[in-house]
């Protein structure tokens, strides 16, 4: 785990951009569907909305910061930003594996089973990374906005419900384009 901590951005920056060298991969391979390599980069675009907004408002960046980094950034904060999004791209694409891994005719119509699935792994995967980012003194959220409540804390540092509202409007934003894409695609 010290390891971990040690590096911890640069093996957030070493995964965060093999998500694509790995999608393409499969997709070259045919191992994947061209929709699937798609939904990658539509999940990285998702992601942006949020992470554009978070880097601003990080303590280097905003006169009221909502996040700060409890050490130094390795390379300039775009980076970081662009990293995690294709973070957030890959974290989508496993969400959908699970769909199918549980609901192998997905994305027919609509299921609450296929749409709680998806929900229960976006949150799942926001907590995992903020408790990653926390206890491998990545970032930590800064409370005290009405607006953005601590729900509990951890080592110190607050675990906002920010992140979880993200998770939960990205995470219905994406399963609905699915849905419709795969709808249209069977016309």
């Given amino acids: 785990m010290e390891f971990l901590r ?3 951005f640069g093996t957030d920056l070493v995964v965060g951009f093999s998500f694509p060298v790995f999608f393409y991969f499969l997709y070259k391979t045919g191992h ?6 798609t939904f990658f980069w539509v999940g ?4 942006l909305l949020w992470e554009i ?16 980094y ?6 300039h904060h775009l980076i970081v930003m662009f990293c995690h999004a294709l973070w957030d791209g890959g974290l ?7 769909v199918f891994l549980f609901s192998p005719s997905a994305l027919r119509r609509f299921s609450w089973k296929e749409l709680a699935i998806f ?13 990653l980012g926390i206890f491998n003194d990545g970032w930590a959220y800064i409370p005290g906005y009405w607006w953005n409540p601590t729900l509990f804390q951890v080592k110190q540092q607050s675990l906002t419900l920010l992140i979880f509202f993200i998770w939960l409007m990205a995470s219905l934003a994406y399963y609905f384009l ?7 695609k069977r016309m």
Avoid: C, D
Wanted: charged letters at 15%.
């Fill in 6 to 8: 040690t590096h911890f």
């Fill in 53 to 68: 907004p978070i880097f601003l408002l990080s303590a280097e960046n905003a006169r009221y910061p909502i996040i700060r």
């Fill in 119 to 131: 929900l229960a792994w976006g949150q799942i995967s926001a907590l995992s990374v903020e408790l």
């Fill in 44 to 47: 990285v675009g998702i992601g």
């Fill in 32 to 37: 994947i569907e061209r929709w699937v390599w």
């Fill in 92 to 98: 989508f694409l496993m969400g959908v594996g699970l």
């Fill in 178 to 184: 699915l849905l419709r894409f795969h709808q249209k």
């Fill in 70 to 75: 409890l050490q130094p950034l390795p390379v």
